[in-house]
């Protein structure tokens, strides 16, 4: 079955940059959908980006611009690259697939059905 794996965030100063990692393992179509999401304490989980596999891509208002989504299909790794964080980005970060995809690719969590296990981000 299918896997995903977090990394790469951390704590970083405001105006920062970070560039988070997802392993994908496990069968996987190429045709599926992937987005990255994030959840602040109290707060519902909410899309940020999200990647279709014909390249289509979608991002949240509150990143655009600040944000790029992209993917190495063979090494089968998701990446969020954040420019320009703000202190309201701070978050647990989740990367999640689903096999049937749309154009433009889905920002809502419950679009998708296989989810990591979330890495944190802290922005100061």
């Known amino acids: 079955h299918v896997q995903l794996v977090e990394s790469g965030g951390g704590s970083v100063q405001a105006g920062g940059s970070l560039r988070l990692s997802c392993a994908l393992s496990?069968?996987?179509?190429?045709?599926?959908?992937l987005g990255w999401f994030r959840q602040a304490p109290g707060k519902e989980r909410e899309g940020v980006a999200a990647?279709?596999?014909?390249?289509?891509?979608n991002y949240a208002d509150s990143v655009q611009g600040r944000s790029t989504i992209s993917q190495d299909k063979a090494k089968n790794t998701l990446f969020l690259q954040m420019y320009s964080l703000k202190p309201e980005d701070t978050a647990m970060y989740y990367c999640?697939?689903?096999?049937?995809?749309?154009?433009?690719?889905?920002?809502?969590?419950?679009?998708?059905?296989?989810w990591g296990q979330g890495t944190q981000v802290t922005v100061s």
């Open positions: 999640a697939a689903h096999f049937v995809c749309f154009r433009p690719p889905p920002l809502h969590p419950s679009h998708y059905n296989v």
């Open positions: 496990g069968y996987t179509y190429s045709r599926n959908c």
């Open positions: 990647i279709g596999g014909d390249g289509s891509t």
